[in-house]
């Protein structure tokens, strides 16, 4: 497990989380032209998780803006 951080467009502020994924991992796939979708790339992920990945939201934010579903 380790922590990676993102940029969370709603807050305005990196935001981080322990994922079973590295920040290094996180970056490649972020820079890769060719990545595959974020739930491929990392199957280990929940819907949360990816959805972190991906935007930066965690899911208390995810839960603030819509109701708790994922």
Request: net charge negative; glycine share 8%.
């Amino acid at each position: 497990m380790h922590k990676v951080s993102r940029y969370c467009w709603l807050t305005n502020k990196i935001e981080t989380m322990v994922l079973p994924v590295t920040q290094g991992e996180v970056d490649a796939w972020l820079s890769s032209d060719d990545a595959p979708f974020v739930q491929d790339a990392f199957p280990t992920l929940s819907l949360g998780e990816c959805e972190f990945v991906l935007t930066g939201l965690t899911p208390e934010v995810w839960r603030e803006l819509f109701g708790g579903v994922e």
